[in-house]
């Protein structure tokens, strides 16, 4: 099993990242996926979630409005799209597959927002 993330980096405020991640090993498209951030010396937080079929979507009041989980079944591929980025967006954002009781996780990407 394996969940690769990619796209992070440096922006400034008010810029975009599309961070990607790639799923090999496990049946993806019955899987919600989830992008979630950790900030220095904070627990990690759910960012947002989308179903197995992209019928159901859900954002943290923090991001709604700005980012947008999306999701390529035939690709095994979640998006998020992150614009008008904030300082407070600072963190390391994780992809997550969920199934019932099995639960994958990735090793995370940085994503730097500053001037």
């Known amino acids: 099993v394996q969940l690769v993330e990619s796209g992070g980096g440096l922006v400034q405020p008010g810029g975009s990242l599309r961070l990607s991640c790639a799923a090999s090993g496990f049946p993806f498209s019955r899987y919600a996926m989830s992008w979630y951030h950790q900030a220095p010396g904070k627990e990690r937080e759910m960012v947002a979630t989308i179903s197995s079929a992209s019928s159901y979507i859900y954002y943290s009041d923090s991001v709604k409005g700005r980012f947008t989980i999306s999701r390529d079944n035939a690709k095994n591929t979640v998006y998020l799209q992150m614009n008008s980025l904030k300082p407070e967006d600072t963190a390391v954002y994780y992809c997550?597959?969920?199934?019932?009781?099995?639960?994958?996780w990735g090793q995370g990407t940085q994503v730097t927002v500053s001037s």
């Open positions: 997550n597959a969920n199934y019932g009781v099995s639960r994958h």
